[in-house]
């Protein structure tokens, strides 16, 4: 079975950085990716970023281009998001999930993280 499980996050002053974790176990093939999303208090969930683990391909949202980055430990069966320059409306639940490749719904979600940026 499929497991995820995100951590890292907490409180941080606008400006600054917090990495993001997510441990994955039970895949039997190297066919899928994973992805981040954040939902704000009051807000839909969005997505923010996701990696291949076939290839290493990588995508972002537009709000988040430049200040975060994703990236896999192939080792760790870990895949981080490293937020940089953060502000406060990055606040949010910070969730990963998987998805196969070539398929556009995720299946399989981790249970969140918080991070909350003060101004």
């Keep these: 079975e499929v497991q995820l499980q995100a951590s890292g996050g907490g409180l941080v002053q ?7 974790s997510c441990i994955t176990s039970g ?3 190297d066919d899928y990716a994973i992805g981040w999303f954040r939902q704000a208090p ?5 997505g923010v970023s996701c990696i291949s683990n076939s290839d290493g391909s990588t995508r972002y949202a537009d709000s ?3 200040r975060f980055t994703i990236s896999r ?9 490293q937020l940089n320059s953060l502000k ?3 606040t949010g639940v910070y969730y990963c999930a998987s998805r196969r490749i070539g398929v556009d719904e995720y299946d399989y979600w981790g249970q969140g993280t918080l991070v909350t940026v003060s101004s």
Excluded: C, H, M, Q
């Design 73 to 81: 430990d192939i080792a760790k069966n870990t895949v981080y998001l």
């Design 27 to 29: 895949f039997t093939s």
């Design 14 to 20: 606008a400006g600054g950085s917090l990495r993001l």
């Design 42 to 46: 009051g807000k839909e969930r969005e």
């Design 64 to 66: 988040v281009k430049g």
């Design 88 to 90: 406060p409306e990055d």
